[in-house]
């Protein structure tokens, strides 16, 4: 079992910057890949970006260039730093951990941005 715990949306001004960040606790040990996705309203849920255990990152091609993911395997932590905020940013924005192919999420921070 795992347990992620997001913090950090808000309502921003159009070119803001907000940093989200994503705590997990419980068999944290068993992570793989985590993740940041994203649901606007009345659209699907879609990945933002993800990084491996070892490091690797990617992107979707909207935020390529403006948000980074990082992760503190120490603190058992994930971050998303987004830059240039726009307002088809705005979304529920979801942490994610796979563990032996299953899915964890946590409950979603609501970002909104302004024009």
């Known amino acids: 079992q795992v347990q992620l715990v997001e913090s950090g949306g808000g309502l921003v001004q159009a070119g803001g910057s907000l940093r989200l960040s994503c705590a997990a606790s419980?068999?944290?040990?068993?992570?793989?890949?985590m993740a940041w996705y994203r649901q606007a309203p009345g659209k699907r849920r879609d990945v933002v970006a993800t990084?491996?255990?070892?490091?690797?990152?990617n992107y979707a091609g909207s935020v390529k260039g403006r948000f980074t993911i990082s992760r503190d395997n120490a603190k058992n932590t994930l971050y998303l730093q987004m830059n240039s905020l726009k307002p088809e940013d705005t979304a529920v924005y979801y942490c994610?951990?796979?563990?032996?192919?299953?899915?964890?999420w946590g409950q979603g921070t609501q970002v909104t941005v302004s024009s």
């Open positions: 419980g068999s944290i040990f068993s992570i793989g890949v």
């Open positions: 990084s491996t255990r070892d490091g690797t990152t």
């Open positions: 994610n951990a796979v563990v032996y192919g299953y899915d964890y």
